[in-house]
Structure formats: C-alpha cells, structure tokens
C-alpha cells in the first residue's frame, strides 16, 4: 500500500514536469504578454524594458531553469493578469470548480444508477426507451448549447402557445410549455465562507439555486454515458451463470438486482467514472465560461486569451495532479469493492 | 426527440423554479448590478491606458474637466481655465473638496498626480508637451508646455486627481505607496483615494466588485441617485445579455452585434447605440508589396471595397461607414469626404497602373479583437478578387495577431484605432506617419506609407494654438491621406449599451463610452 503510493507520487511528479515542460514549450505561440499590459500609445522602448524586466528576452532553457528552480520551492512565479502569485490565483478559483464538479457528480450518481438499472430490467419498458433516446440526444448536443437553451429556458423564460388559449386544456398545455425563467443565469451569488479562499454553495438554499443550471449542463454530457454504460453491464450481468443460479434458488428479485448484480455491473463503471472526473473538470472549462461561473475553468480561458504564461503553466500542472490523485482514488476504491485485485500488480 | 426533451426540461424546470429562492432584491437603497465584458485590471489609474481603467477613473475619480456628449468640455476639478502666453495655462480649481479620505483636494494633488503620470509608462507619451506644473496657490495651477501646445484641455481630460497624502510613504514592504507596478502586487493597485462619487468597497477579480456611493462628494447638483454599484464581469457575449433579459443584471456593456435585435425588442430592456469614434481599416504594406507603392493600385483596392455594404449587412447597421480617420466631431473630420466605391474604375485604375491580371496578396486580421472582425476580412478579401486580387487570409485571436503586427507579417494588416486624445492628429502620428522607430513616429503604420510633408504639417498643427487654423491643417491631412488612398478605410465601430427600463442611461453615456455613473439616475420602482 504504502510502496503504492509513493510509486503514485512519482507518477506525479513525472506528469507534472512533463507537463511544463510542454507548456513552457508552446508560450511562444499563445502570444505577447506584453501586449496586453499596456495600452496601444505606449512606445517600443517601454515594452522592451518590461519584457527585459519580465525576462521574456532569455532563451527558453534559461527562462526554463529558472521557473524549475522556483518551482521546485513552491513557487510557480506571478500572473500578468492578477498580479499575484499564480498558486493563490489557482487556489482561490480551485473551490469554485470543485463544487461545481461535486454537484455534477451527485446529480449523475443520483441519476444514471436508478435509470440504468431500470432500463436493463425492463428493457422493452416504453420508458426505458424514452430514457434511451433522451440519452442520444444529450450525448450529441455540445455543452454550451445545453447551457444557452436552459439559461433561455429557466432564466429568461419562454413563452409558447401552440395551443388555443381560451380552451382549458390549451391554456393548461400552454402553462405547461411556458417557462417562467428567473433562475440566475450567470455567477455563482454570494456563497458562504467556510475557511481559507473556499466559499460554499452548498450552505443555503441562495447558494444551491446557482448551482443547478451549470450543474445540469455539465452533468448532460456525462449523465447519458454513464446510463448506457450502466445498463449494458447490468444487461451483461443478467445474462449471467450466478444470477440465473440465484433466481432458480428463489432469491427475491430486489435482492438479485440490487445487492448480487449491480455490485458487479458497478466495476467497470468505477473505472470509467473515475477518468471521467478529470475529464468533468476539463469539459468545465465550456461550461464556466457560459455560466460566469468564477472557477479555474473560466480562469484559464481568461489567462489564455491574455497570454497570461505563469498562470496557463501552473493550471495546467494542477489539472495533471487532479488527473493523477483521482486515478490514485479509483484504483483505491476498486480494491475495496472487488478484493480479488490487489494495487502492486501482484497476483493474489 | 428535441421537442420531448424540451418538454421534460420544462416540466422539471417548473418544479424547480417553484421551489428556488430568488435574491432577495427589496431594500431602501437604490443598487445598480452591471456587467461589463471585463473588469478593470487594477485600482491604480495610471497603471494602464485602457479603457476599463478609464470607465473605472470615472467612477472612483474625477478629472480636471471632462468630455461633454456634443465633444465639448464640462468644468469638473477645474472651475476655469486661462491661456496666460502661449505655452502657460493656468486652471482655477473647485474648492471645498475632498478626498474619500476625508483630506482636503488642493494644487498640490494635481501637481503630484500630473508628475505621477509622466512616470507611467503607459500615460507618459501623451503627457510628454507638458514641461512643469506648479501650485500658484491651494487652488490655482499653473501648466507650462516647452512648446505652444493646443490639446492642454484634451490632456486635463486625463487628469484624475490622487490623494496625494494617502499614496506617500511606504507600505508593509516597505515599498513607496505611489510606485507604479505593472506586473505584481503595490500599493496603489489595491487601495483607492480619489475625489469620485464612488468608493471601492471590495474588489475580487474576475468575479466581483462593489461600489458605495461617496456621502461626502462635493457634486451636490449630480442628479445621480444610486447607492451601490455592483460589477460583475461576464466576458461570454450570450451569458451577458442573458443576464440582462432575465433581471440579474441592469445594465450592461458591451451589447454584441447579433443580439442587438433582440434586446431591442425586448420588454425588460433598452438599448441605446451610438456611432463611435474607432476607426477600422487596412493597410497595405509598400514595403512587402511593390504594387503598393503605385498610388492607383492603392485606390484601386479603395475603390473595389465597399464599405457601406459591410456596414450595412455584416455589421447589420452597426457601423457608421468612413472614408478617412477622423469621426464627426473631431477637428480633422471632413463632412464631404465620400466613399469611393465604384468597380468599374477600380478595374480600370488596375489596368492603367499595369496589373488587369491583379497579383497575389496575403492578409491578416484578428478573430475576437473587433466586433466582426474575421468576417469583415473574408468580405474584403472577396471584394478584392473582383479586381483579380488573389488573397491569402489569416485570422488570428488578439493574443497572437499582434506580435505578428508587429512584425508587420502580411502585405494587408487590419486595425482599429480609437485617438486616446480624441483628435485627429493622434491618427496621423501613430497610422501613417513615417515610420521612425527612435522618435516612436508611425509605430502602428504597417503600410509603410510615408509622406514627409505630411508629418510636417501635423508637427506644425500640434503647435498651432488658433483651433480653426489647426482644424484646417488636419482637414488637409485627412485628404491627401484619403488623395493618396494611404490605407483603406472600412467604418468607425458603433457602440451600444442595454438597461433595465427604469434606469436612466442615456444621459451619461457618451462616445467614449466612459458612462458618467455618478449622475445615473434609477427611476424607483413600484
């Protein structure tokens, strides 16, 4: 176990020097910092002395050193754009996506587990299809339009009357497809301070309703994988010896579902679902900037558009960590949930 | 399929909606909730000449005099100004003034903040004419230019004056209070004492800020009636205008062109549009381009583009179409001047000067700089192919267009320009003067044009005191420009802001767009 985790912290730190390195590789290409530090008048020899004080002129391996050396002590250097050390800039954003990505990530437990196993039990179900064909849809409809057609929908409202308004049942059908909108369509209000740069949304109700339209738009991509993942396993699983074995034994129905197969239908999904929250937070990136919502995601696309090179490397190295800690996790709880599998690799 | 999900969406909406607790908005203060596209990038005024910065200064400050809608100038910190000889004015200032500090505004914080700005490095080119300024008296300053100098009044626009007293000494880190600190933590960049009808109450960045109204400011006669300001920078066009449209927000700025239909239709809000005073055009280089040095090549391609079609479709109306630099208002600005297009002799002038069979061309032009930008160059390049200019676009996000700007690496280069004095003269030095890289003369003049004479005459106007003199000399710039088809102009960038109803913007916008929020009136609502 512990040989395992230190083998882990290795794998770290390889991803994240690999990371800087390709990073501090491509800075030439995402632009003049300069540029977006001063204003249009400003003469040549005024933004030479910057880029000379700055140490933009030095040649790559030096401006290279010189981050290692200070990275190696913790210090990642300073953004252009907020004036302050890159790492308080990151971890003052981290939270904000953190919780988004919780919130997804409940929302998709919540969801796709019920629905999965539903569909697979009863698979000719006129509901199951339904869920089926909304899960196609959700999986071919790109993020941010997700997000415009529910801020429409939910913020600003719609108003749709396809159906006679002076009959009951056309006034009712009416309401029924109207929106009244007034959900927030942008930021995240004014979220509780826990400690340090964490402010929560998850403390008042205020803070839960910022949550659920970004929540819902990240969860859309997601959410149908994991039905259909889910339902195949589980289909698979139904197929099986053991199950068969244990319906002839008479076992109750509720039992074989939900305690004998969904344990094993679940493996693989761990697996899965385990790469896929670092790739949650990736898709965040799409979904904060349509939302506003003020988390790394949005962050980096600010520091890219301004060329901000401190801040692009040293989100990027965290990302790297996250996708390494939450692999780290998986295989952790993988172990717990089948213990045939042992960490070192070992045959048991 | 859609529609089912639209369906299900709706009903679990509606559940939700009725269950969510909407921001409690009722209290006795008046509070204005804007977006804007970005937030300023620091407290310290002289940190960078920008926009944001400037609509900030706004807020938080107030200048010596300011910019009134019709282009005049309005006494704000300067009650009265005398031209003493040629190169000395002396300004009368406000009395019984204060600072959000509580100390007293006197000469002494217009000398310190002037000599505060020649040490910016973004602020000290266009503060070079001023030689010294001195205190005469607590309320009297005296500014001497080293040569007569006629834009004086256009520079004290820029002048917001410091709380002196608050920005000497030195911080925790023992860092002077007034340094200037363009990449890192100073002091000015995060604490704010200026004269304006607005204190800073918090500041997080990229995220939130929030302004209270000044209770001691010495503008008893502003009509402004707003407590609170809160800013929330919202960069996603959609994202903003949706905000406005479903009442998170009150106001906001920019408004993208592809939404403007729909705000203006919109119940919930107003739109207000004006032509502004950035100019957006080509250049083509005669260094890269031998054709180029042919003044009928060069109207040629001014003539095979048509501006007014760019205006009118591309921009859907949302551009004032230009046939020179200078927008109305301005001195140099000639109401006559017209849009030349006209194909046949486009053609005609390609074949006079050697080239019916056209040549080949690279362009490049930013993607997320202008509003339309990438569009407006794949209209120009497919204008040109009718003279038979074969074009080769490259468009590029701001970050990287320019660096290769500079470089100046395509025969035809797109810009805009706004004059940071608001005259006319600042296009010519910086767009088509001869390029000198010592002196800093033509530094965005990626066409390389270059007519001496031209440079002269601007040189002589900067030191021409008699305004219509002046205005005649930049009238005659503007045409042998416009003559010699020095660049091709496409049209200045209208601007346009959105508002609740009941709030009263459009007495405090303004072509500069630097809205005077401390006279924003809110109308109560029931």
Redesign the interface.
């Known amino acids: 176990m512990i040989a395992f985790l230190i083998k882990r912290l290795f794998h770290a730190l390889l991803v994240m020097f690999v990371i800087s390195i390709i990073a501090f590789s491509i800075q030439d290409?995402?632009?003049?910092p300069i540029?977006?530090?001063?204003?249009?008048?400003?003469?040549?020899?005024?933004r030479e002395?910057?880029r000379e004080e700055?140490g933009l002129n030095d040649p790559f391996l030096v401006q290279y050193l010189r981050f290692a050396k200070n990275a190696v002590q913790l210090d990642f250097g300073?953004s252009?754009?907020?004036?302050?050390p890159t790492t308080e800039v990151v971890l003052r954003h981290l939270p904000a996506t953190l919780e988004l990505v919780a919130a997804t990530t409940l929302l998709i437990v919540l969801l796709s587990v019920p629905i999965g196993v539903y569909s697979a039990i009863k698979p000719r179900a006129l509901l199951s299809r339904?869920f089926m064909?909304?899960s196609?849809?959700?999986i071919s409809i790109p993020v941010f339009l997700t997000a415009?057609?529910?801020?429409?929908?939910?913020?600003?409202?719609v108003t749709w009357t396809p159906f006679p308004a002076d009959t009951g049942w056309g006034s009712w059908l009416n309401d029924?497809?109207?929106?009244?909108?007034?959900?927030?369509?942008?930021?995240r209000?004014?979220p509780v301070h826990v400690f340090g740069t964490w402010y929560t949304n998850f403390a008042s109700?205020?803070g839960l309703?910022y949550l659920?339209l970004p929540a819902i738009s990240l969860a859309s991509i997601m959410l149908p994988l994991f039905i259909r993942l889910i339902r195949a396993e589980m289909l698979e699983v139904l197929q099986s010896e053991y199950v068969k074995f244990a319906r002839a034994k008479g076992i109750s129905l509720r039992r074989i579902y939900f305690l004998h197969a969904l344990k094993n239908t679940m493996l693989p999904v761990i697996t899965v679902g385990g790469v896929q929250i670092g790739t949650l937070v990736a898709y965040t990136i799409l979904t904060e900037?349509?939302?506003?919502w003020?988390g790394m995601g949005?962050?980096f696309?600010?520091a890219?558009?301004?060329?901000d090179i401190p801040l692009i490397v040293t989100y990027l190295m965290i990302v790297g960590l996250i996708f390494v800690i939450t692999n780290t996790l998986v295989d952790l709880i993988y172990g717990l949930v089948n213990p045939t599998v042992k960490l070192t690799g070992k045959p048991a | 399929m859609k529609f089912k999900r639209t369906l299900l969406a709706a009903v679990v909406g509606a559940t939700m909606t009725g269950a969510a607790l909407l921001p409690a908005t009722a209290s006795a203060e008046t509070t204005l909730r804007m977006a804007y596209d970005a937030d300023p990038v620091s407290l310290d005024i002289h940190e960078q000449l920008s926009g944001g910065i400037l609509q900030l200064s706004h807020m938080t400050h107030d200048p010596l005099v300011r910019w009134t809608q019709d282009l005049e100038f309005e006494p704000r910190l300067a009650t009265a100004w005398e031209q003493v000889d040629d190169t000395t004015m002396r300004m009368t200032l406000r009395e019984g003034v204060e600072f959000h500090t509580g100390n007293a505004f006197t000469a002494e914080d217009v000398v310190w903040t002037v000599e505060r700005l020649k040490r910016s490095p973004d602020f000290k080119a266009i503060f070079a004419p001023i030689e010294s300024v001195t205190a005469v008296d607590a309320a009297t300053v005296e500014f001497k230019t080293a040569e007569p100098y006629p834009l004086l009044l256009n520079l004290a626009t820029y002048i917001f004056p410091m709380d002196s007293e608050f920005y000497s000494g030195t911080d925790e880190d023992g860092d002077p209070k007034d340094e200037i600190v363009k990449n890192g933590n100073s002091f000015a960049s995060a604490n704010l004492s200026g004269t304006g009808p607005y204190t800073v109450v918090e500041h997080r960045k990229g995220t939130r800020m929030e302004f209270e109204r000044n209770p001691n400011y010495w503008d008893s006669e502003s009509p402004g009636n707003v407590d609170t300001i809160v800013l929330t920078p919202i960069s996603e066009n959609a994202t903003r205008v949706a905000a406005l449209l479903s009442g998170d927000v009150d106001f906001i700025a920019p408004v993208p062109p592809n939404d403007l239909e729909r705000v203006r239709e919109s119940e919930d809000a107003k739109l207000v549009t004006m032509s502004g005073t950035r100019i957006i055009f080509f250049h083509m280089d005669q260094n890269r381009v031998e054709a180029f040095q042919d003044p009928r090549v060069r109207q040629a391609f001014d003539y095979a583009v048509n501006q007014d079609a760019i205006a009118d479709r591309l921009m859907k109306g949302f551009a004032t179409p230009a046939a020179q630099f200078s927008p109305e208002g301005y001195a140099g600005h000639i109401e006559s001047l017209e849009r030349r297009y006209d194909l046949e002799k486009a053609q005609a002038l390609m074949e006079e000067a050697g080239y019916a069979d056209g040549f080949e061309i690279t362009m490049m032009a930013p993607n997320n700089r202008y509003v339309n930008d990438a569009k407006i160059a794949q209209a120009v390049a497919t204008m040109l192919a009718r003279i038979n200019v074969d074009v080769d676009l490259k468009t590029l996000p701001k970050a990287q267009y320019w660096g290769e700007y500079d470089d100046r690496a395509a025969d035809m280069m797109m810009i805009g320009w706004h004059a940071d004095t608001e005259d006319s003269a600042n296009f010519h030095e910086y767009l088509t003067a001869c390029p000198d890289a010592d002196s800093g003369a033509g530094q965005y003049n990626a066409g390389n044009y270059c007519n001496p004479e031209l440079d002269k005459l601007v040189a002589e106007a900067n030191l021409e005191v008699d305004l219509e003199k002046r205005a005649e000399m930049l009238q005659q710039v503007e045409q042998t420009l416009h003559d010699e088809a020095a660049f091709v102009p496409l049209h200045w960038q209208d601007l346009a802001w959105a508002a609740a109803p009941n709030v009263n913007i459009e007495p405090v916008l303004n072509v500069m767009n630097f809205p005077y929020l401390g006279d924003l009136v809110i109308d109560e609502q029931e």
């Open positions: 290409n995402l632009g003049d540029q977006q530090m001063v204003g249009q008048s400003v003469p040549e020899s005024e002395a910057l700055l300073y252009y754009i907020f004036n302050e339904f064909g909304v196609i849809v959700g415009i057609v529910l801020i429409q929908l939910f913020a600003i409202g029924l497809i109207t929106t009244e909108g007034g959900m927030p369509a942008y930021g209000g004014d109700t205020d309703v659920v900037t349509v939302f506003q003020p949005l962050m696309l600010n890219i558009n301004r060329s």
